[in-house]
C-alpha cells in the first residue's frame, strides 16, 4: 500500500508526472492535510486533482518529470501559464482559485518542512471571484419572515 494508505487509493494521478522526490512531498503533503489538518474526503480528492492538473501541465512546460529542483525554481510565469491553460479549458474563476490555493498550501508546506523554497508564487494573484448580490424575498416570504419575527 502507499504512503497514503486505501484512503487515497485510486487518486494519485499526479504520480505519473512526477520523479519520486516530488511525488512523496505531494503525498506527504496531502496526508498532512488529512491526518493534522483533518480535511474532509471531497477537499482531498479536489486537491489530489489539482496536483494532479499542476504536475501534467509542468511535465509538458518543463519537458521533463515534475522534481523538486523544477518546483523550486518555478517563476511567476510558470504559475500564471498553469492558470492560463487551465482558463483557456472553461475552468471557472472560483476553480482557478482553489487550483492555486491548493497549489500555495503545498508550496508552504513545502517550505516550513524545509523541502523546497519558491517566492515567486507569492507574486501571483489570484483571480477575480464574481460577488454574489443576495436575492429579494418575494412579498410571501418577506411577511412570513415579519410574522415569524413578532
Partial sequence: MSILGRYFQGMTGYIDHCAPDAARLIASWLNHMKSERRAARLSLEAYTRDMGQFCAFLVVHCAEPVSSSILANLTASDFRAFMARRRSEGT????????????????????????????????VRSPKLPHAVPKPLTAGAARATVTASS
Fill in 92 to 123: 471557472s474563476s472560483r476553480s482557478l482559485a482553489r487550483h492555486l490555493s491548493a497549489i500555495r498550501g503545498l508550496f508552504l508546506y513545502a517550505e516550513r518542512n524545509g523541502h523546497l523554497t519558491n517566492a515567486a508564487l507569492s507574486t
